[in-house]
């Protein structure tokens, strides 16, 4: 049975819960394309503690398309994690996700991310506090352990597990490692192993295709698979896991500029400065056109011409340049078969947890 807690998923493909990529927009679009769960970005449960108005704009959600609605918080402190886990309920939220990998120094710092990892009890006390403010299934996302001389993925799981921990996710790389190297499926398939039928484990790291999807189900024997990469700019993937078809150029297109308009709409919505001040309309079109940029560079990679595509749309400023850029480009496009594995110009380090 694939489940977390009472919610029954479609199939054991989900997408990661990546920071400034798993906004509405692309959760939304990668639902309909077949992931059967999409976390949010990791919120700050200081910024849901405070009622911060800018915190609370990450929570907007689509309830006729997200459900269950998974939310990440990230934060150390298990009486705020609570408090704020019970200001994510009240928003909509129907899972807790705890952030335990983020190898980012600016969250590590403060006891949150991957430095969960050098407190399994901490961690433990966490994911109690989230279940008592909430009523709701508490899952997370941990790393192999901080460094290669603290691998400690088993302690971590006997803690949550302990704790009620309905589901774990686990990026098999070391806080250390950050993104380098090859993810160590090994230690997935320790976990399953480890904890049998307890709660799932949920397999992630260097999936971005179909075959290493099944690969990482048949070595690991994990419960699902969470793509992060190999969904940048490949939502369609989800599709193919489910035996469909790659896009056609129109589709493609299509989609893009779908995106590219919600996305514009979801910045806008509400968006206001630093001061509080509402921001003018031109300068709110900029910046939503700028936080694009990354996504369009995603999905032109592994096309002819991908290169003069990103510098192109670099230099555009508004909506309908962009539009115009996207059009002529995707709807002739062709494979690159030379194109790396690898996109370029991508700062995983600020995506990924």
Known sequence: MLSIGPYHLANPFMLAPMA?????????????????????????????????????????????????YSLQLFGGEPEVMGEAARVAQHHGAQIIDINMGCPVKKVTKSGAGSALLCDPPRAADIVRHIKAATGLPVTAKIRS??????????????????????????????RSQGYSGRADWAVIEDLKRHVGSAFPIIGNGDVRSVADAQKLVEQTGCDFVMIGRGALGNPWLFRQL????????????????????????????????KDGAPIDLVKGETMAVRSFRNHLAWYAHGLFGAAQFRARINALET?????????QFFLGASADGNASSEPEDIDYQAALG
């Open 20 to 68: 400034g990529v798993s906004e509405k927009p692309f959760r939304v679009i990668a639902f309909e394309l077949g992931a059967s769960l999409c976390p949010t970005e990791l919120i700050s449960a200081q910024g849901l503690f405070r009622i911060n108005a800018r915190t609370l704009r990450y929570l907007r959600f689509d309830p006729k398309v997200e459900s269950p």
């Open 145 to 174: 352990g901080w460094d290669a001389n603290s691998k400690n993925a088993l302690e971590m799981a006997d803690a949550l597990g302990a704790a009620g921990i309905a589901a774990l996710a686990c990026h098999p790389r070391t």
């Open 242 to 273: 489910a035996g469909g078809p790659p896009p056609t150029n129109e589709e493609r297109c299509t989609l893009v500029l779908r995106h590219l308009r919600e996305h514009l709409a979801f910045v806008a919505e509400g968006r206001v400065s």
């Open 319 to 327: 909506a309908q340049a962009v539009e115009t850029a996207v059009q």
